[in-house]
């Protein structure tokens, strides 16, 4: 090896493109590498294919540094990396709750014949526990180089929005290691790799196999719990008249439980936490587990809920019925600083909107495009204001910065009916109700009737 190992990034999804380009800011020679060629040719041309705060500078300086490459060759990649990290998808199942690891055993099955010199093939995929050291074990049966191809699992913990910060600047490293000569190897050169970040005070920790592939799920299990809590909590403030946001502010307060994660709404989705608790659940229950599968099973239902609750609380607010109503939706992304729509809820809630008869029209600042394509049957608009003209009622549904910032007598001048429903806690309700609006949330106490629109 050089002073600086080459690395090469086998899956350019989100997670894989974010990981290429940021190690290569930091000055690896990386080679990114898919089998869809037009993804390959997107990258090479400097395009990124998600919307990423910082993700197309960092593409384009990368491949004008010469420090970044694309191709679809797995030979190539074999030949120039000493580190292959793994990348590729692990979507859910179609057939059940489980991890879909087709991709990762194909990447497998097509890079181990090909690893003829020492190397280190790092996974960053969320897998069930245990698919490590099965794939160590196989790798070790396909490499020409035998044991010497040393495998590791090293998770990420990216959040959408905030990739490239995550990348560069994380909170905490996990690499696990296999036992013996190989994992000591593979936990020397994933130290020379992450020298920068744990000299700036990145704490790493070097586990075993099993804890590093629990490390992700265990940490998106208890981010969707306290997500799901909160919005239990929601529920009883909506029947006791409580206002969950002040109640939300005096638990986070307590050291004990903290403030992340404990922010009421819509509740959670995208194409990692959703499929991350299934997938855990579906594992535990193999395992024998019995409390974890009974527990993550109630957080996964009480985040579907909270969709049917927005449902609900729309057709209540137009008196029973959305058929026939216009429906402004703000927001499709799952999130806001992301254009992905993966189980977004607010598409979802849209969805069923139109589905009970509603005229739906939706605006989102990123994600028209892939809206669209998922749901075709919804009408678009080019902005909020156009969205929200002739509208019955208004949702937000995501976080966006922007929808936080409207400006609600300007809002107000083109609805048919000032209504507003506020599914992510986003909005001053004393604002929009001093300005005429009828404003709803889960947990918020409403107006006494006599104060509300018709």
């Known amino acids: 090896m050089t002073d600086l190992p080459r690395l090469t990034v086998l899956g350019t999804g989100y997670l894989g493109v974010t990981h290429a380009v940021c ?89 181990g014949p090909l690893l003829a010199r020492p190397c280190v093939v790092a996974g960053k995929s969320t897998v069930p526990v245990g698919t490590a050291a099965r794939l160590a074990a196989r790798l070790a049966a ?24 995550d990348t560069l600047r994380p909170d905490r490293i996990v690499v696990g290691v296999g036992a013996g000569p190989a994992g000591e190897r593979a936990e020397a050169v994933l130290r020379v790799v992450f020298s920068a970040m744990t000299a700036a005070g990145v704490p790493l920790f070097v586990t075993d196999l099993p804890t590093a592939e629990l490390a992700k799920v265990a940490a998106n299990a208890f981010l969707a719990t306290k997500i799901s809590f909160i919005n239990a909590v929601a529920e009883v ?33 995208g194409g990692c936490l959703p499929k991350d608790v299934r997938a855990f659940v579906d594992r535990a229950a193999e395992l024998g587990a019995a409390d974890a599968p009974a527990l993550l099973g109630t957080v996964d239902a009480i985040n579907l809920g909270r969709r049917t609750s927005m449902v609900n609380l729309a057709c209540d607010v137009l008196g029973g019925s959305v058929a026939g109503k216009a429906v402004c939706v703000l927001g499709a992304a799952f999130k806001a600083g992301s254009d992905d729509v993966r189980d977004s809820p607010a598409l979802d809630v849209a969805h069923i909107l139109h589905g009970l008869g509603g005229q739906v029209t939706v605006y989102d600042p990123a994600a028209m495009r892939n809206a669209a394509a998922t749901h075709p049957g919804l009408a678009y608009a080019p902005s909020a204001l156009s ?11 995501t976080d966006w910065p922007e929808f936080a910032a409207l400006d609600p007598a300007l809002l107000g001048e083109v609805t048919a009916a000032r209504r507003i429903i506020d599914g992510r806690y986003v909005l001053d309700p004393a604002a929009w109700r001093a300005a005429g609006w009828l404003y709803r949330a889960n947990g918020i106490p409403a107006p006494a009737p006599s104060d509300q629109l018709a």
């Open 237 to 269: 403030c909506e029947l006791s008249g409580a206002d969950v946001g002040v109640l939300a502010g005096i638990l986070a307060a307590d050291p004990r439980i903290g403030g992340a994660g404990l922010r009421p709404g819509l509740g959670f989705g």
């Open 387 to 397: 969205a929200a003209t002739g509208a019955d009622v208004v949702l937000v549904l």
């Open 142 to 165: 396909l490499a020409p180089a035998g044991e010497a191809a040393a495998l590791c699992w090293n998770p990420e913990f990216l959040r959408e929005g905030h990739a490239v910060a």
């Open 23 to 111: 190690m290569a800011s930091l000055g690896f020679e990386v080679l990114g590498v898919d089998t869809d060629p037009r993804k390959v040719a997107l990258l090479t041309s400097g395009e990124a294919p998600m919307a990423e705060p910082g993700l197309t500078d960092l593409l384009s300086e990368g491949l004008t540094s010469g420090r970044l490459g694309f191709t679809s060759s797995y030979e190539r990649a074999a030949e120039f990396g000493d580190i292959h990290f793994v990348c590729v998808g692990t979507p859910q199942r179609r057939d059940g709750h489980g991890a879909d690891l087709s991709q990762l055993e194909a990447c497998v099955a097509e890079l």
